[in-house]
Structures are given as structure tokens and as C-alpha cells.
């Protein structure tokens, strides 16, 4: 690799004429002198130079300059030192520069010794140069005498030097305009640039170059020559250009210039500001140093400072951010986690605390398992400490606990070693954030502090760290839930503390939880179904309280406001409350056997036989009663008397009502100074006998049943209770069927209790049993007595009530009585028609019946007359009453048209006839019109008979006398067809009945005109007319 400032390498030419030269100190005698445009080696009889050395075989030439004397023998150890100083030359531009700005330092006698000897032995080699036979081999002597002023920092070309160099210039550019081979013009090309060069004349010897590339690209030369026009472009702050330059040197095969190539197009592309493309360069150069199993110094100068442009390229383009993309793009790298380190450490140097922290950061996203991830997780703490950047301290501690934590992915991966390490750091860390948010928390109640500092508590227990401090913990971690009113939370953590520990202080810790139970409780307001679902916990954790500290004077307190609490909250037993309630008698029970001696034992089992009794589970309230009244000593008397009280209770809520009503007996016998307590026992006792009837009553057992019914009514204080009950006594006998038995206690309550409001239903029941029991008279009086009861206030159950008794009356075989009320029911025309007209049937019957015309046919004639009034707005009821009277009143008239005979004189008789005829068909009609179907049928049929009759009659009419045979004949011919007319219409009307049929009506009248049918006209016996409205003429 060589160094930008690196000479010209010699020409083939140039080294075998200065290794000729050097081998052998020239003779005393002036060598010949080179004609211009010519080698030097061309004067006749020289020997013809051997195979010329090609450019790849210049590194092996080693310049041996032989002592000539001791002066000159110390001159080689200064060469030395002078090859040392070229090392330094290959360092970048930067450090270069650097160094030129540095101060001049005093020399020492020993430079100063070395820079006379340095001075001498150049001298000679100037000598040398000067009598050399060409410009080639002067230029050779040259190069190795401007070696040897290099190290000095006065160095300047002296006249000689330049004199000789110009000569060479002159020289070669003659030479190129006479020299036609292309090899040797390319060589000319490299020299005159090389003489350029050392005159410092860089333009120039950059356009040799130039000129070398563009017109022999086939030339060995070409990648040095773009490599020195490469550093000429970047000497010359031209970066784009000697980028471009250097890439061309990458792309040749000559591996020469290979690694200063890669590096200066770095830096190159580094000045130009185009950092991406620079740091592929860097990385490929690094990594070649990287591999080498055995550096250098220089090699590891060379490899900092690679990382140290690799930084400023990360930083210059979007920090550790850009490196993830590079790593991302380019693939993992062994070296990955220095390169985020330099990046790093180079943002510190510039006090860049935050992007040093986020390079750090970056490379432990990237790889969160490396194993030197927890030192640069550290390392981000420490960085933001040093910066001063407390919330970031504390962020960074978080993300050291969320990364590193036993519940982490990376705790889980990492080996007992590294968790050995990482253990205490993570307590430190641990404890420090929980306090923090802790007092964070206090300061303005932050729920969101709160919690955090249970989070680092959480996490801190999770390291298992000693006992006492544990419990320390866990406590404060109950406290900081608690205080955040997540009791959900907090509780199992005090229980924990409590419970889980060797804990002298339990108690307190397990107290803490009960109250973080209350408030919980509280925070739910309202919601009722919420607190409910909460109550079984709050159960057991009371009984495990108890359990675990029976002696502590809150247990009994806890326990009875626990019972009272369920008591109260839950309304009805059910699958969740049953097991809450054994166990809180468990508990009770278990305390009392404990400690009988403690009132707390009493009224903790008082507590549970009143719950039990709440959930109506009356054999554990028995149980636990007696449990009361077996505690020895016995307790007091008040408590005593209540226990004995829930055995009758219970058998009571059980329905052991017989067994009950001993019970009660029982307790009655205590001394009960409370009144109203005693009143209680009093109605319970008499509500046993009550529903001890009603179970008689339900087994139709009701003689029984009204005597304990009585014996309710006798035992209770309650007046309702003895009301209700005299008269249940009553009712069961009546639904009983035991009227006869039920009359006197019907009549018992009447006087008993003449103004309750249910005596007013008494006669009402009276008249019930007095009917049922065969006492018809009473049951008529009965029911008058309701009915001028009932007459202003509700005339129609007055109306009706006097009709049952008329009913009574009647079928009593009083029937003066009930034809009183069927008259007084007919004769009131405030009465609806309805009832006068069933008043008026009723005497209408009653007529018949004894056979009473006149009363038969007036009330008939009422009948009619109701009808009629009422006309088409007539019920049903009163149309039938009004059909059936006027049918009845037809019959006269039809037996009077039967009456009248057809004789002789004929015209006379006819005309009598026919006029009874009408009315008998005009008193039908009106009956049909009425519309009843029993009666309009009868009349149809009446009808039909009408005309059947009047042309039989006239057939059968008397004939006059003196006919001869054929006049008779003629004149019953002229009968027949005056009769014939009637006949049909006779069959006409009866067809007509007949048809009735097909609207589903049929009764003996519509036989009766099937049967004329037959007899009249079997022939025409189908034969279907028009149901005509009413039939007013004869033919």
C-alpha cells in the first residue's frame, strides 16, 4: 500500500541504470555524456543491456548503495530512519494536516547530527546524478538523494537539482516527438511525470499522466497512473474526480494499489459529502485489517481510523439509525457491536449524550441477546448520568428491567453466569424505580405512579430476594395497589404478606386486606349485583382472618358484621349463598366452642340462626338455636326466649303447624315483658290453628276445619285474624256443603260484627244455606230482605234478588207469593221489558196451567202489546213473546174460518168464506213477520192449511138442486178449476216451509207441511219457489 505522497516508482530503465551505477563506484574518468534525444547506454562498443525489469518486478529490487566510507556507513542507519519516516507519510490527509498544524519542537543534538550526515551523503549522490550518462539514470540518483531530504522539514530543491531536472524535461519531450514505439512513448510519459513530479510541478506531471491513460490504456502503468491522478485530484480537493480516479484503480486487476485505492476513494467520497457510498469502502478495508490473525501497530491505527470515519459518516447521515439500515441492507456482521460502540463513544466525545445513549440502544434492538448487550445497557444509564438527564436515567433503568427481568425473553436464554450477574444490578435497579414512583405517587395521588411502582415491587419479588425483605416489599407493594384503589390487586398481595410469611406482623397486613375489601365495596356505589359477586371473597378472606388469629379482639366483631352483612345484601338463598353460609356458620360454631364463655359465641350463633331464618333454611336455624340454648353456662334468658322462639318460628315456616302450635304453647310460657312481642306469639299460635284449617279445609274435611277456623279466631289479639277467621269458619262450612251448620255461624258473625263491611254478605250466604238446607221460605225472605236492601243503591241486584225469591216462592208451593212479585214485576214500567215480559209468561203460564181463559188471553194480549212497542228494536226474547202470542191469538180467528160452511146460495157463502179466510191469513202474516222461526214455520204451515182447506170446502160445497147429470158434471168440473188455483197455492206455501230446511230449520210444523206435500202433490213434491215475505191473497 502506498501512501498518497509516495514517489514515483523508478522506471525499468531508471533501476537498472541506478543498480548499474550504485554496484560499483564509478571511475575517476567523466562518463560520456548522453546526446540529447538518445539513451544513455548508445555510445559504441557498450554492452547491450540485458531483459528490461518489467513493473511488477520493481518491488523485489532492493537498492544497495555500498559503504564508502564510515561517513557514509552512518548515512545508512539515517536511510533508515528515513524509510521509517515514510511510513508516517501513508497516514490520511487529515492526520496530516493535523500534524502541519502542530508547533515546531527544539531539536535534539542528535537530529541535528543526523541532518549533516544526511547532507553529506546527498551531496554525493548529486555528484553522482550529475555525471550519470542519461536523464533516466540521473533521475534514478535523484530520487534516492530527494529520499533522503524528505525527512527534513527545510528541505528545498537546489539550482544543481533543478538544473538537472529541467534537463531531463527537455530531454524526454525531444525524445517523445522522435520516438515511434508505443512502449517506449508510454515510458517517456511516465518519466516526464515523474520529473514533473519531482520539480513539484504537479499540474504538468498531471497532464503526462493524462496524457499516458488516454493514449496507451494497454500500458503496465496505467493503475499507478491512475492512482497518482487520483491523488492529485484529492491533493487538490477535487473528491468527486479522485474518487472516480480511484475507483478505476478498484477496477484493474494490479492489486498494487488495491488497499490505498479503496481506502483514499473513502475519503474521497467522504470530502464530497456523499457518506453512503463512502462507507462500503471502509467497511471493505476495515474488514481486510479485521481478518489478519496478527496486526501491526500501523495496521491497528489503520483499522481506528476506520472506524473513526466509519462514525463520522453514521453521524454526518442520520446516526445509529443509518447503521441499522446498513446492517439491515448489507447483512449481520461479526463486528457489529463495535462499530455501534466507536458511533457511540464518538457522540460522547462531542458530549452528545442522547445519541450516544440511542446508538447503544439501537444495536441492543438489533440484537437483543448479544451477550454484551447488558454492559451497553449500562452503559446508556451511565451515559444520561453523566449528561445529567434524570428521567432518562430512569427510563433507561425501566428498559434495563424490561429487557433484562427473570419473566424477559433475554433471562430465559442466558446461562446461570450471566444471571448471577445480572441479579444485583437488577435489584438496584429495581428498587430504585419503585421508590421513585412511589414518591412520585404520594406527592399528587397518581393512580399511574402508583401502579408502576407495584409493577418494580412485583418484578423485584420476582427475584426471590430474602424473606424480611420480602415481606418489606410485598407490603409496599400492597400499599401502592391499595392506594391506587385497584383492591383487586392489593388484596391478594396484603393476604400474601399476611399468610406466606413468617410474619410477626400479620395481623395488621391481613387487617389491611379486610379494609381494602370495605373500600372496594364502597367504590362500587350502587351497583348491587357487583357487590354481591364480591361478597364471597369478602367472606372468606374474614374467616381466614379468623382462623388464622382467633384471639385478636377484631375476630368476633369481624365475624358478626360479616353474617350481618350477608344477611342484608342477599335477598333470597341460592346455589353462591348456601356454601357462604356454611362457612360462616362453620366459623361461628368453631368460635364458640372455643371460647363458650365469650358473649361474643352467643350472638355470633344468634347471628347465624337469624341468617339461616333470612334464607328460610329453617332446619340449620333450628340447628344453631339449639346450639344457643345448649352453651353452658346457660346465656340469658332474652336470648334464650328467642332462640326457643325460632324453633316455633321455624316449624312454623315449615308448615309443622301442629308441631308449631305446641312450640308456641311453649314459648308462651315464658315471662314476656314486651307486649308487642308477645301479641307476635300470641298471632302465631293462632295462626297455626288457622292454617292447620286451612289444610282441613283443603282435605274437605270442613266441620274441622271451621272449628280450629274458631279456635284462630278465639286465640288472637289480631282483630283482623278473628274476623277473618269466624268467617272463613262459615265459608268452609257453606263450600263444605254443611249448610245447616253453617247458618248459625253465619248468623254468630252478623251479630258479632254488625258493622263489618263483610256482614253485608251474610244474607246473601244466609239465603245460600237456608235454600240448601230445605228451608225455602227463609231463603225467599232472604232474598226479598236483599232485594229492598239492594233498591237504591243497585236496582238491578234488586230486581234480581226479588226474582229469586218469586223463584223461591214458587218452587216453595207458595205461588200466591209468587205471582205477588210476578205482578208487581209486570205492572212496573220502570222495569227493562224484558223482565215484565217473563213476569207476564210467568202469570200467562200460570193461567194455563189452571186453566184460566180470560187470564190467559190478557196476558197474551200484554205479550202482544210488549212486541209491538218495542217493534224492531225488540230483543230476542220479546219477539219470541210477541210470535207466540200472537200465534195463540190467531187461533181464534182460524177456527172461525173453519167454522164457516160453503152452501148453497154459493155466492153468498164464498163470500163469507173468504172473508174469514183473509183475516185467518192477515193474523199469520203477522206472526211470520215477527221473524221467530218456531212460530213463522207454524204459521207457513197455518197458512198452507188455509188454502188446502178452502179448496176442499169448496169442493165439497153443497150442490144445487134440479142438475141433470151433465150439468152436475159441468159443475163440478167448474168447482175443480176454482179449487185447483188453491190447491197450488196451498202446495206453493208448504214447498215453501219445506225449504226451511236448507237453512237448517226444522220442527214439526215443517214435517207437518212435508206430510201435506205428500198428500197434496207427491208429483210436484220437489219443486222449489221464492220464499215469498207474506202471503195476503187468495186466487
Same mark, same amino acid.
Given at each position: ?13 531508471? &533501476?537498472? /541504470? ?162 515511434? %514505439? ?13 520529473? $514533473? ?14 496524457? =499516458? ?5 494497454? %500500458? ?5 497512473? $491512475? ?5 492529485? %485530484? ?27 485505492? /479503496? ?5 474521497? =467520497? ?158 438496584? +435497579?429495581?428498587?430504585? =424505580?419503585?421508590?421513585?414512583?412511589? &414518591? ?19 418484578? +423485584? /419479588? ?23 384503589? +385497584? ?126 331464618? +333470612? ?12 346450639? =344457643? ?20 318460628? &321455624? ?37 297455626? $290453628? ?94 226479598? &230482605? ?226 201435506? /206435500? ?20 187468495? $186466487?
Amino acid at each position: 500500500m502506498m501512501s498518497p505522497k509516495t514517489l514515483f516508482r523508478l522506471s525499468p530503465l531508471a &533501476a537498472a /541504470l541506478l543498480m548499474g551505477a550504485c554496484s560499483t563506484l564509478p571511475e575517476a574518468s567523466s562518463p560520456p555524456t548522453a546526446t540529447p534525444g538518445q539513451p544513455a547506454n548508445s555510445n559504441p562498443g557498450a554492452p547491450v543491456p540485458g531483459p528490461r525489469a518489467t513493473l511488477a518486478s520493481l518491488d523485489n529490487i532492493t537498492i544497495n548503495i555500498p559503504k564508502m566510507d564510515d561517513q557514509l556507513a552512518t548515512a545508512r542507519v539515517q536511510l533508515q530512519k528515513v524509510e521509517a519516516g515514510k511510513a508516517l507519510a501513508t497516514a490520511p490527509a487529515v492526520a496530516q494536516d493535523a500534524a502541519g498544524t502542530a508547533e515546531p519542537q527544539p531539536r535534539s543534538l542528535d537530529d541535528q547530527v543526523n541532518d549533516k550526515l544526511n547532507e553529506s551523503l546527498y551531496r554525493q549522490i548529486l555528484e553522482q546524478a550529475k555525471k550519470a550518462p542519461d536523464p533516466g539514470t540521473a533521475n534514478a540518483y535523484l530520487q534516492v538523494a530527494r529520499k533522503l531530504k524528505m525527512g527534513n522539514a527545510k528541505f528545498a530543491a537546489e539550482k544543481e537539482e533543478e538544473k538537472l531536472l529541467q534537463d531531463s524535461i527537455e530531454f524526454y519531450q525531444d525524445l517523445l516527438k522522435r520516438m515511434p %514505439s508505443t512502449e517506449a512513448r508510454a515510458e517517456i510519459y511516465y518519466d516526464l511525470a515523474k520529473t $514533473y513530479d519531482l520539480m513539484g510541478k504537479k499540474v504538468e506531471s498531471a497532464a503526462a499522466l493524462k496524457e =499516458l491513460a488516454q493514449k496507451y490504456p494497454k %500500458s503496465p502503468y496505467l493503475t499507478e497512473v $491512475y492512482f497518482r491522478l487520483a491523488e492529485e %485530484s484529492f491533493a487538490g480537493n477535487r473528491f468527486t474526480e479522485a474518487a472516480g480516479y480511484y475507483q478505476k484503480v478498484l477496477d484493474s486487476k494490479d492489486s498494487t494499489f488495491q488497499d490505498s485505492a /479503496l481506502y483514499k476513494r473513502g475519503w474521497a =467520497l467522504y470530502r464530497s459529502s456523499n457518506f453512503e457510498d463512502a462507507l462500503p469502502l471502509f467497511f471493505r478495508f476495515a474488514e481486510k485489517i479485521m481478518v489478519k490473525p496478527h496486526k501491526t501497530k500501523q495496521e491497528d491505527a489503520k483499522l481506528q481510523d476506520s472506524y473513526d470515519v466509519i462514525s463520522l459518516c453514521f453521524m454526518m447521515m442520520d446516526g445509529p439509525k443509518s447503521v441499522d439500515e446498513y446492517f439491515t441492507k448489507n447483512g449481520e456482521k461479526f463486528y457489529e457491536s463495535g462499530i455501534y460502540a466507536n458511533l457511540a463513544q464518538a457522540y460522547l466525545n462531542k458530549r452528545q449524550f442522547s445519541n450516544a445513549a440511542e446508538t447503544y440502544t439501537a444495536f441492543i434492538n438489533r440484537h437483543p441477546f448479544d451477550p454484551s448487550a447488558p454492559e451497553l445497557s449500562t452503559a446508556i444509564i451511565n451515559i444520561y448520568q453523566q449528561g445529567g438527564f434524570p428521567a432518562q436515567v430512569i427510563m433507561a433503568k425501566e428498559e434495563f428491567i424490561n429487557h433484562y427481568n427473570p419473566d424477559g425473553a433475554y433471562w430465559k436464554q442466558a446461562d446461570e453466569a450471566s444471571r448471577t450477574r445480572l441479579r444485583p444490578i437488577l435489584e438496584g +435497579h429495581i428498587i430504585d =424505580l419503585a421508590k421513585h414512583y412511589h &414518591a412520585l405517587a404520594q406527592m399528587d395521588n397518581n393512580e399511574g405512579d402508583y401502579l408502576k411502582a407495584a409493577t418494580w415491587y412485583r418484578m +423485584h /419479588l420476582a427475584l426471590k430476594p430474602a424473606e424480611q425483605d420480602a415481606i418489606a416489599i410485598n407490603e409496599l407493594l400492597a400499599e401502592a395497589l391499595y392506594s391506587a384503589k +385497584h383492591y383487586a390487586e392489593a388484596i391478594p398481595e396484603f393476604e400474601k404478606t399476611a399468610y406466606e410469611y413468617n410474619n410477626p406482623k400479620g395481623a395488621d397486613a391481613a387487617a389491611f386486606a379486610l379494609v381494602s375489601y370495605q373500600d372496594w365495596d364502597k367504590s362500587l356505589g350502587v351497583d348491587e349485583a357487583a357487590k354481591l359477586k364480591l361478597l364471597p371473597a369478602r367472606v372468606a378472606a374474614v374467616l381466614k382472618f379468623a382462623d388464622k388469629f382467633p384471639q385478636d379482639s377484631n375476630t368476633p366483631k369481624l365475624m358478626q358484621g360479616m353474617i350481618q352483612t350477608v344477611y342484608e345484601r342477599w335477598k333470597d338463598a341460592d346455589d353462591a349463598s348456601k356454601p357462604l353460609v356454611k362457612d360462616l356458620e362453620a366459623g361461628a360454631v368453631t368460635y364458640a366452642g372455643r371460647y363458650p364463655q365469650d358473649p361474643a359465641s352467643a350472638l355470633l350463633l344468634q347471628g347465624m340462626t337469624n341468617l339461616h331464618l +333470612h334464607f328460610k333454611d329453617y332446619d340449620s336455624a333450628v340447628r344453631t338455636a339449639q346450639l =344457643l340454648l345448649a352453651i353452658n353456662p346457660p346465656v340469658a334468658e332474652p336470648l334464650r326466649l328467642e332462640a326457643a322462639g325460632v324453633v316455633a318460628d &321455624a316449624q312454623f315456616d315449615q308448615g309443622r303447624f301442629a308441631e308449631a302450635e305446641k312450640s308456641y304453647q311453649q314459648v308462651m310460657a315464658f315471662s314476656i315483658p314486651d307486649a308487642k312481642l308477645k301479641a307476635r306469639y300470641q298471632d302465631r299460635l293462632a295462626t297455626t $290453628y288457622y292454617r292447620q284449617a286451612e289444610k282441613l279445609r283443603d282435605d274437605k274435611n270442613p266441620e274441622e276445619a271451621a272449628a280450629f277456623f274458631q279456635k284462630a279466631a278465639q286465640a288472637s289479639v289480631d282483630t283482623k285474624i278473628r274476623t277473618s277467621s269466624d268467617f272463613d269458619a262459615a265459608a268452609v262450612l257453606l263450600n263444605g256443603e254443611k249448610y245447616k251448620e253453617a247458618i248459625p255461624v253465619l248468623i254468630a258473625f252478623k251479630q258479632k260484627y254488625p258493622d263489618h263491611a263483610l256482614s253485608a254478605t251474610i244474607p246473601e250466604k244466609l239465603a245460600l244455606a237456608y235454600e240448601k238446607s230445605g228451608d225455602i221460605p227463609n231463603a225467599a225472605a232472604q232474598y226479598e &230482605a236483599i232485594a229492598a236492601r239492594d233498591q237504591k243503591k243497585s236496582p238491578q241486584s234488586a230486581r234480581e234478588a226479588l226474582w229469586l225469591a218469586a223463584e223461591m216462592y214458587e218452587k216453595g208451593k207458595q205461588p200466591d207469593a209468587a205471582l205477588r212479585i210476578y205482578r208487581q214485576y209486570a205492572n212496573d214500567a220502570s222495569n227493562p221489558a224484558d223482565l215484565r215480559g217473563e213476569a207476564t209468561f210467568k202469570l200467562y203460564n200460570h193461567a194455563v196451567a189452571n186453566q184460566q181463559l180470560p187470564e190467559q188471553n190478557a196476558n197474551l194480549k200484554t205479550l202482544a202489546q210488549l212486541y209491538e212497542k218495542q217493534a224492531t228494536g225488540a230483543s230476542p226474547r220479546i219477539k219470541y213473546f210477541g210470535a207466540l202470542a200472537n200465534f195463540k191469538l190467531s187461533q181464534p180467528v182460524y177456527d172461525a174460518f173453519i167454522a164457516v160452511p160453503i152452501k148453497q146460495p154459493l155466492k153468498q157463502s164464498i163470500l163469507m168464506k173468504k172473508k174469514a179466510m183473509q183475516a185467518a191469513l192477515t193474523a199469520y202474516n203477522k206472526v211470520a213477520a215477527i221473524g221467530v222461526a218456531e212460530f213463522t214455520t207454524a204459521a207457513y204451515y197455518q197458512q198452507g192449511e188455509i188454502y188446502r182447506i178452502m179448496a176442499n170446502d169448496l169442493l165439497k160445497s153443497e150442490r144445487p138442486k134440479g142438475l141433470s147429470d151433465l150439468e152436475l158434471e159441468q159443475y163440478t168440473i167448474l168447482l175443480e178449476e176454482q179449487a185447483e188455483p188453491l190447491s197450488d197455492k196451498a202446495i206453493a206455501i208448504h214447498t215453501i216451509n219445506a225449504d226451511l230446511v236448507k237453512q237448517e230449520v226444522y220442527d214439526g210444523y215443517v214435517q207437518k207441511s212435508f206430510d201435506a /206435500l205428500a198428500e197434496l202433490s207427491p208429483g210436484r213434491y220437489n219443486k222449489h219457489e221464492q220464499l215469498e215475505d207474506s202471503i195476503d191473497e187468495i $186466487y
